[in-house]
């Protein structure tokens, strides 16, 4: 489920739609929790739907640690992804927000943590940008994605939370534990599915996909 406080907007031709704060966010938000009403498709299943429908997943769904691939049953499918992105996946399984987020503003995030298997072409304005996506982003980045989450994190239960009845209870137990120094952190690369990035076809953008 995606924040109560955001809505659909639609941005260009180019980018089509994308998901929007109704209010501020302050940073340490939970902006996103998987919950039941997502729906979770093996590669099997994929593999017997019709092929526009097979386009319809790939575009819509994240790849999970378990390989499953998630479509939200809300407009989460529709957050779009940038290298200066102001939400970002964490180890215990939710989105957060990384600094606060204006009312208004556009909620983007970090697809180098969705386990892609090829590489994707990035419609980014902003300086700096990457260009692509690449399966072996992990490799580079886990550090300083860990770092911004727990950045984070230290402000997380000064904020309100109303995605946070979501979280299951192991996952409480383990972010509870890891706020109140009982617990060691969970790094997003808990996150990752083991998908292999030797075969170097899959991290050149210029082969294409």
């Not at 009403?37 to 319809?56: C, G, K, T, W």
């Not at 109303?162 to 969970?186: H, K, S």
């Amino acid at each position: 489920m995606i924040h109560p406080a955001t809505e659909l907007r639609f941005i260009s031709e180019a980018v089509g739609y994308g998901v929007f704060a109704t209010q501020h966010l302050p940073k340490g938000t939970i902006v996103f929790v998987k919950d039941p009403l997502d729906i979770e498709l093996s590669e099997q299943q994929i593999r017997r739907m019709h092929p526009d429908m097979q386009a319809v997943v790939e575009k819509y769904s994240y790849i999970d640690e378990r390989g499953k691939r998630i479509v939200s049953w809300d407009h989460a499918k529709y957050v779009n992804n940038c290298c200066r992105c102001n939400t970002i996946s964490t180890g215990y399984g939710f989105e957060i927000a990384l600094r606060d987020i204006a009312s208004g503003e556009e909620l983007t995030d970090e697809y180098g943590l969705f386990n892609l298997d090829r590489p994707m072409r990035l419609h980014c304005s902003k300086a700096g940008c990457r260009g692509w996506v690449l399966p072996q982003d992990p490799l580079s980045w886990a550090e300083i994605w860990d770092q911004w989450v727990l950045d984070a994190l230290r402000v997380l239960p000064e904020v309100d939370q109303p995605l946070y009845f979501l979280l299951e209870r192991g996952v409480q137990y383990r972010l509870e534990g890891f706020l109140q120094g009982r617990l060691p952190y969970c790094s997003v690369r808990t996150l990752l599915n083991g998908l292999s990035v030797s075969d170097p076809s899959i991290n050149d953008p210029n082969v294409a996909a």
